[in-house]
């Protein structure tokens, strides 16, 4: 009967759309364990899994210091409409900072507990979101002696009660912090929603099932092994095994055989096998993919190919072209006549997988919390194909022989020239493939 109970409220406690998410300054640091008190002896492998993914890192991860400290902060302590980003940034990057109303938070360098970022605690002591849709920060938090999550286990833990949460099992958990609505409510971030529209969460695939993916293991060190736990990797966009091979590439020409001076067009298909969302997803004011081709001859020589126009609205910035964007950051930085950087920073003419967001004057933007407005969405959706052709006049004095023809689909975290700008660590705008392929063509004399 006590197991009926429990159950019956903790569904009770999920399914509430009138609960207040947990604010601003209502809790206390010391209503949380710190991460090490998880893994110094129970958790110690998840513990270490966390230590190595950018859960632990929210904060502390230089691009987003910069970002939060050289750009939110100045503009929301200028323009009103988007003043709530200086706190509100805390609610996903330093959470247990943000309820205990220390914001904003010290620098990464000065050590505090913001830097434990998404600690053990935040997820555990979760019991619901407020409203319709999981989303900026909406969480109900009830740290203390219980904790949340997916599973009760057969054995009791000497340190906590455990409460099993539907939550916990769902990608629902995991809008709290991935949709994200700006200032000018625009969804500036939707990777839940677009799992959600997707096949997947309609097969019943969740979330967790790619991020923390499950095999036969101890939940903590004297505990049971289970086969089916959940391990705590969180890889997602920062992992470049996990980006490589999301896209499956093919190019393949009309004609096998051709002469200079005649026209071969070729023919690109990608699709997205791997993941549950768009590709890119999350932060993708910053995230830059582009596919770039290029033809090799006989001798050597190399031919860059740009990408076929197919004419639809908005299709100028999904094409790379020498063109400034990103003026809005002169606001933050005291640059009232800054000109911006280039847009997109590689080969022009090359096709660009992305959404465009826009600040209130119109301009292209990276800065998510100034964005009033979204251009058109030409990400590859889950298991969507996406075909783009590149025609080539053949020179004239294309040397006989094979001519090779490679498609190469390219990722870069953050754009290069905004990563450049802000003296950004290099890793993170260094291109990563994520997959390519080659075809030929005969040269006839």
Known sequence: M??????????????????????LGT?????????EYCGSSCHTDFYMQWKQAMMS?????????????????????????????????????????????????????????????????????????????????NYIMEPGKTKFSSRVGDMESPAHKIVKTALHSSGDFCGICHNEKSP???????????????????????????????????????????????????????????????????INPDIKEAEPGEVIKFTVALFNQKTGHKFPTGSVEDRIVWLDVEAKDSKGNIYHLPVDKKGFDGEEYTISTDVL????????????DFKGVQRDAVPYGDRIFRMPYFDPQGRMTIQQWN???????????????????????LPATLP??????????????????????????????????????????????
């Open 371 to 393: 964005t009033s407005k979204l251009g058109v969405d030409y990400r590859i959706g889950p298991r969507e194909t996406k075909t783009e052709t590149f025609t080539f006049n």
């Open 325 to 336: 964007a990103y003026q809005d950051m002169g606001i933050a930085l005291d640059m009232p």
């Open 27 to 35: 809790l206390k640091y010391e209503d949380f364990n710190k991460p």
């Open 184 to 250: 000018y409510d625009m969804w500036v971030k939707s990777t839940h929603l677009e799992w959600k529209e997707g096949p997947y969460s309609k097969e019943g695939v969740q979330c967790q099932d790619c991020h923390m993916t499950k095999t036969e293991f101890r939940t903590a060190s004297m505990g049971t092994v289970y086969k089916d736990t959940k391990l705590h990797l969180f890889h997602g966009a920062h992992d470049p095994g996990k980006v490589r091979g999301t896209i499956e590439l093919r």
């Open 400 to 445: 006989a022989g094979e001519m090779k023809i490679t498609a190469r689909l390219n990722y870069q975290l953050l754009v290069k020239s905004v990563g450049e700008f802000l003296e950004v660590p290099k890793e993170e705008f260094t291109p990563l493939l994520v997959n390519e392929h080659s075809t030929t063509v005969t040269i006839l004399d």
């Open 57 to 137: 890192q929210a904060y502390t991860h230089e691009w987003d210091e910069i970002e939060y400290f050289k750009l939110a902060i100045p503009q929301a302590e200028k323009d009103n409409k988007v003043a709530e980003v200086k706190e509100g940034c805390n609610g996903c990057h330093a959470p247990i900072s943000y309820v205990s109303g220390d914001v904003p938070p010290p620098l990464p360098s000065k050590n505090s507990r913001a830097n434990e970022s998404v600690q053990c605690e935040v997820c555990h002591s979760i019991t619901g979101f407020s409203g319709d849709i999981p989303h900026n920060f």
């Open 2 to 23: 006590k197991r009926i109970v429990v159950f019956l409220l903790v569904v009770f406690t999920l399914n509430s759309t009138t609960q207040s998410q947990t604010a």
